[in-house]
């Protein structure tokens, strides 16, 4: 079945420092989403991006669907934006999605 | 609803005993799915449901699990005989067409 690798697995941030999360997959995709799970557990989609660039706010996300791979993009980041950042595909002809370890990103006041 | 209502919350059963979780997804999203996460598996894909139907059932790890919708709405996820292995946190999301999921708060199984 389709891979999805995510990197990197951990990240640790200063207040106000950018990142950039990466996630490569496997094979073709008709779907591709950003989730953000906080300390609490819970799953909050941030972009729905089979291709293309989408932003909201702080945050920004490119898909390169030729190339198989997206980025998420925090800008200005705060510690609100702690948790685990899930990138997740669903292969052609599928409903459902495939999801990535994640990176777990911390932000230190 | 405005999210995706899970319940209970909370589950803590005896081994081989059967559990019903339920899912109340957006008014209005046809699509639902079932997922479970756990810390050895990550997540792990289950069932969708489009309208009352499952066409993809499938992540279903084994026959004590079975799921239903009914009326295009709320939707119940069924462990039978539980084993110590089904302890996961199990989310319900819904989506209406091409759009993103909307996940649940989950419900954290632990099976004793």
């Known amino acids: 079945g389709i891979q999805v690798e995510q990197s990197p697995p951990d990240l640790i941030l200063q207040e106000g420092a950018n990142s950039t999360l990466r996630c490569n997959f496997s094979d073709s995709v008709n779907n591709l989403q950003w989730f953000h799970q906080n300390p609490w557990g819970q799953l909050i989609n941030l972009f729905y991006?089979?291709?293309g660039t989408k932003q909201n706010g702080r945050l920004s996300a490119t898909t390169v669907a030729t190339e198989r791979y997206s980025l998420l993009y925090i800008s200005s980041s705060q510690t609100t934006d702690s948790g685990v950042y899930f990138c997740?595909?669903?292969?052609?002809?599928?409903?459902?999605?495939?999801f990535g370890k994640g990176t777990k990103l911390t932000v230190n006041p | 609803g405005a999210g995706v209502s899970q319940s209970p919350s909370n589950k803590v059963t005896e081994k081989g005993k059967d559990v019903e979780l339920r899912c109340d997804p957006i008014?209005?999203?046809?699509?639902l799915y079932w997922y479970r996460q756990s810390l050895g598996q990550g997540l792990e894909f289950l069932i969708y449901f489009q309208g009352n139907s499952a066409p993809d059932k499938s992540g279903l790890p084994s026959d004590r699990f079975s799921a239903e919708r009914t009326g295009g709405s709320v939707s119940t996820l069924t462990i039978q005989r539980t084993q110590q292995e089904d302890s996961a946190v199990y989310l319900c999301?819904?989506?209406?067409?091409?759009?993103?999921?909307?996940f649940g708060s989950g419900t954290r199984l632990t099976v004793v």
């Open positions: 008014s209005g999203h046809t699509a």
């Open positions: 997740a595909v669903s292969p052609g002809g599928s409903e459902k999605l495939v």
């Open positions: 999301a819904s989506s209406f067409r091409a759009y993103g999921y909307t």
């Open positions: 991006i089979p291709s």
